[in-house]
């Protein structure tokens, strides 16, 4: 399995050298939906193995979690799968926020939304 660390990640985005459509987020859906790295794709881990994915088999894929585990082991889901050119963002969105770099943040959602 291969790494990227945060800061090469975030450059490689900013020149353009990586398309955000190539950087899978593989948190849960409320996860993602509280913050996430900006136009990137959420693909839950429980879901990878059900799901047909829409990527060349040559694509170079990124693949966070949270902190760095859950993408670990999606790279080896994904590996299994045929995608060779898996990499591991080290440290997840907790790096990259660390790091200082932007984040999306979703709408706070009251849990008693639903009543009014």
Request: proline share 1%; glycine share 8%.
């Amino acid at each position: 399995m291969k790494n990227i660390n945060v800061k090469d990640l975030h450059e490689k985005i900013q020149s353009g050298e990586i398309k955000t459509k190539f950087v899978i987020d593989v948190r849960t859906k409320a996860e993602n939906e509280s913050e996430k790295i900006a136009d990137t794709i959420l693909i839950p881990l429980n879901e990878l193995q059900n799901k047909d994915l829409d990527f060349n088999k040559n694509d170079s894929l990124y693949i966070y979690c949270a902190t760095g585990n859950r993408s670990q082991i999606a790279c080896h889901l994904l590996k299994t799968q045929g995608f060779d050119n898996c990499y591991n963002v080290d440290g997840g969105i907790s790096a990259w926020k660390r790091q200082g770099f932007e984040i999306e943040k979703g709408e706070k959602k009251s849990v008693f939304g639903f009543f009014g």
